[in-house]
């Protein structure tokens, strides 16, 4: 038996110009499109047509969206690969595809460097004078930042 699904023209075109509008701002996930387009109120189906739409026509991107996100982050917000991990999952992209992304993002030393770079800046706004609570405190931002264990007691050696 063959079932035949019926995409209205008027709501597949109001979907694709919601999500192009969507899109506009910031590059999203799969999933995040997704989310929006749902909570507009669209079928299913027509969310489905305008993602697949989407993906060949390389408006979405699940893979690059994580590289640049991760790229991003850790550049400009100087997070660590736990938090970029957590943030990219959030948005729906999938464990794999974002492990993947992180080791081409995060090169060797590179995690390193850029926690040394958060640690240097968050000491310039530090004002206690005692080392161990700046040291404590320092291992306390670098940790909300993503970083790893190894990664901290490394750079609070460097550093503090």
């Known amino acids: 038996m063959v079932r035949v699904v019926i995409v209205d023209k008027k709501e597949l075109t109001r979907a694709r110009n919601a999500a192009f509008r969507y899109l506009a701002s910031r590059p999203r ?8 387009l749902r909570s507009r109120g669209f079928a299913q189906t027509i969310i489905g047509t305008v993602l697949s739409d989407l993906d060949r026509l390389g408006y979405i991107n699940d893979k690059k969206f994580a590289g640049q996100w991760a790229e991003s982050r850790m550049r400009v917000r100087l997070f660590g690969k736990r938090r970029i991990e957590r943030e990219l999952i959030d948005r ?4 794999d595809v974002v492990q993947e992304e992180l080791s081409g993002v995060f090169a060797p030393g590179l995690e390193q460097e850029t926690a040394r770079k958060a640690a240097e800046k968050k000491l310039r706004t530090l004002t206690i004078s005692a080392p161990e609570i700046r040291k404590r405190r320092l291992a306390g931002f670098l940790e909300r930042q993503g970083f790893s264990f190894e990664v901290i007691r490394t750079v609070l050696r460097e550093v503090v």
């Not at 996930?29 to 929006?36: D, F, N």
């Not at 729906?92 to 464990?95: L, N």
């Open 29 to 36: 996930s799969t999933a995040e499109v997704e989310a929006k």
């Open 92 to 95: 729906g992209v999938e464990r």
